[in-house]
DNA sequence: TTGATTTAGTTCTACATAGAACTATATAGT
DNA sequence: ACTATATAGTTCTATGTAGAACTAAATCAA
């Protein structure tokens, strides 16, 4: 286990039992309006942390969510990836990924080879080995899911789905806008 | 700036220009029915680092988000709390928030007391420099907020934090089970 | 009262991360 | 062709974080 990046957005607003009162109340700092706002991405921050802590919980071997989200988007997407396209598929760094991809190879998940067209490059591959292991972690974090959608009931996320997909593309055109995209 | 803890739960599937696909299509590594869950922690997961990064962003004087967030926990439910209470309110290890109250602590934006009640035990009050930064990170981000309400609408949040208040309270309360809560 | 257990907080180690400095290669400008 | 600039990747430093080992104090049991 390390990090947990995973810190919400805003912060817990109660100190009571648990969180069951999180942000509901107005917030005279904020003008008015805002309280939604602070309040949706303070929710989505305390969900993100609660998630991953659950997620790594199941996660085979100590892998944790960096080590997954990599194998999986390799699995997806297809392998044969250059560091730098992963660092962007994932925002962040290129140390950050230099860092996740040496912990993978240290465990034999993917291989990595140097780019035949660019002496600077390398080439991220999967091994058989990483492709186990990405289907280990979903099956180990499948039955979760499914007592998760049992009580929760599958229309809340495909409810939530398109509206939580507006905001991130969004966030990520501001970040990213089309000038400095990539192919 | 520190660490990104923001890891998204599963991964950017695309490594297209963007994330303009993110987790649209079917897994069928997924029992079906769960990729609607799988994708909202994804999508989750990117806001959480997106609005996190954009956040300190714009956070003065180098705050960072977990300072921020227990300068406005003090000032939203009062101040003299002890570290126990904080690292239980942000579901954080006691040492992190041991962590955290020292940085605090080294900007002068806190002050620390023994408990008068129980020798072990330590209070945390906000100087008036600690609500200032507050008031001022706060007043930092609204702009941010504002062109985002503008852009997206205020009713797509609305609709929004009950749904996702309902996943919180369910994660919450896996975490925190009634028989472990504590006042 | 005395000894065992629990609790608050700190410290230590290992990890993820950002960002800056650096190296090596590729590309562009002239 | 040669030089300047841009790019791919690594390394280094400072941070946030978890978890385990540790200290000191409170509580519980006998």
Same sequence: chains 1, 2.
Avoid at 21 to 27: I, N, P, R, Y
Avoid at 45 to 63: K, S, T
Avoid at 72 to 95: E, I, M
């Amino acid at each position: 286990m390390a990090r947990e990046n995973p810190h919400h957005l805003i912060s817990r607003t109660t100190g009571a039992p648990c969180h069951t009162e999180a942000m509901g109340e107005k917030d005279g700092a904020l003008p008015a309006g805002q309280n939604h706002l602070f309040a949706v991405f303070n929710e989505i921050g305390i969900i993100e942390q609660l998630a991953r802590h659950r997620f790594e919980a199941v996660l085979p071997d100590g892998l944790l969510l960096p080590h997954f989200s990599v194998l999986n988007h390799l699995v997806r997407l297809g392998d044969d990836k250059s560091l730098k396209s992963l660092a962007f598929a994932f925002q962040v760094s290129k140390g950050t990924m230099t860092n996740t991809v040496q912990r993978l190879l240290a465990r034999g998940l993917v291989e990595v080879r140097p780019d035949p067209k660019d002496g600077r490059g390398k080439r991220v591959f999967l091994t058989e080995s990483g492709r186990r292991m990405r289907d280990d972690a979903i099956a180990a974090i499948t039955p979760e899911l499914s007592t998760f959608a049992a009580e929760l009931g599958e229309d809340l996320f495909a409810e939530l789905l398109p509206r939580l997909a507006k905001i991130r593309a969004k966030l990520d055109y501001m970040r990213n806008p089309p000038s400095k995209r990539e192919a």
